[in-house]
T-cell receptor
């Protein structure tokens, strides 16, 4: 099993450009998450999904959109990138969620720089 | 106030030392608690889930105190390979993570 994979690993964008980050998991997990990690800020939840076809906002959703058309994939889109979106983006998945959220497994991350 | 707070660190300890990290959470409805380890420029990896009765895995012991709303991680006989940032996560439905505590184990 590859676990959770993310594409691309690195990307440099200019302000105003758009891009999509892809997350894939092969563990048949129901829940998937997108986080960003900035120095001094820790991991912050952007959006998450509780199953195929569903998405929900997390703590810092502004400027991002997501889609979960297939159970194994969770896409994070930046429509018009801003320098404030320079960050490391981690995708995670868990078998289940709910009140007692299950262990989350993280992908290797995408380092995004917006100039 | 952030929902999950950790000792800011860094903790610099000699090999063989015992070190303890604390993490407080503000959401009293939290049902799930975890400790993750994150190496430099890598993804967080699960170290331990934290159970109400406390749990141990080799040199690592995790405790939960619901009354005071904190979780702790104890590392005994520190190894050089324990050097990393330790993140705590707590929540219900969603996890909120602390900012992490950096540990450096010195020869």
């Amino acid at each position: 099993n590859a676990g959770v994979t993310q594409t691309p690993k690195f990307r440099v964008l200019k302000t105003g450009q758009s891009m999509t980050l892809l997350c894939a998991q092969d563990m048949n997990h129901e829940y998937m998450y997108w986080y960003r990690q900035d120095p001094g800020m820790g991991l912050r939840l952007i959006h998450y999904s509780v199953g195929e076809g569903t998405t929900a906002k997390g703590e810092v959703p502004d400027g991002y959109n997501v889609s979960r058309l297939k159970k194994q994939n969770f896409l994070l889109g930046l429509e018009s990138a801003a320098p404030s979106q320079t960050s490391v983006y981690f995708c995670a998945s868990s078998l289940s969620g709910g009140v007692s959220t299950d262990t989350q497994y993280f992908g290797p991350g995408t380092r995004l720089t917006v100039l | 106030r952030k929902e999950v707070e950790q000792d800011p660190g860094p903790f610099n300890v000699p090999e063989g030392a015992t070190v303890a990290f604390n993490c407080t959470y503000s959401n009293s409805a939290s049902q799930s608690f975890f400790w993750y380890r994150q190496d430099c420029r890598k993804e967080p990896k699960l170290l331990m889930s934290v159970y109400s009765s406390g749990n141990e895995d080799g040199r690592f012991t995790a405790q939960l105190n619901r009354a005071s709303q904190y979780i702790s991680l104890l590392i005994r006989d520190s190894k050089l390979s324990d050097s990393a940032t330790y993140l705590c996560g707590a929540g219900s439905y969603q996890l909120t993570f602390g900012k992490g505590t950096k540990l450096s184990v010195i020869p």
